[in-house]
């Protein structure tokens, strides 16, 4: 059974900078991409950073130039700088394996105060 634990989360003024981590229990090669997505009060869940396998990535319009995603052995992990009140959200961590299955994290808790 696949599982992701997020780290990392917590309260942070404007301007201020977070690292979170995705901790998975298998080997991070064996899925096809990893990522981070959050969602905030009353709004849908949305796309932050992705990661393939091959290492390219992809980010939210709303994000690009302030976050960075990475990866690590089993680890993926997401530099937050110059954050914003709008990016206060809970913050999950997804990977789709090659067999087409969804895993997700229980999420952490990012508060950026203004």
């Known amino acids: 059974q696949v599982q992701l634990v997020e780290s990392g989360g917590g309260l942070v003024q404007a301007g201020g900078s977070l690292s979170l981590s995705c901790a998975t229990s298998?080997?991070?090669?064996?899925?096809?991409?990893m990522g981070w997505h959050r969602q905030a009060p009353g709004k849908p869940r949305e796309l932050v950073a992705a990661?393939?396998?091959?290492?390219t990535t992809n980010y939210a319009d709303s994000v690009k130039g302030r976050f960075t995603i990475s990866s690590a052995k089993n680890t993926v992990f997401l530099q937050m700088n110059s954050l914003q009140p709008d990016d206060t959200a809970d913050y999950y961590c997804?990977?789709?394996?090659?067999?087409?299955?969804?895993?997700w994290g229980k999420g952490t808790l990012v508060t950026v105060s203004s």
């Open positions: 990661i393939t396998v091959g290492g």
């Open positions: 298998g080997n991070i090669a064996s899925f096809k991409t």
């Open positions: 997804h990977a789709f394996s090659f067999s087409s299955m969804n895993y």
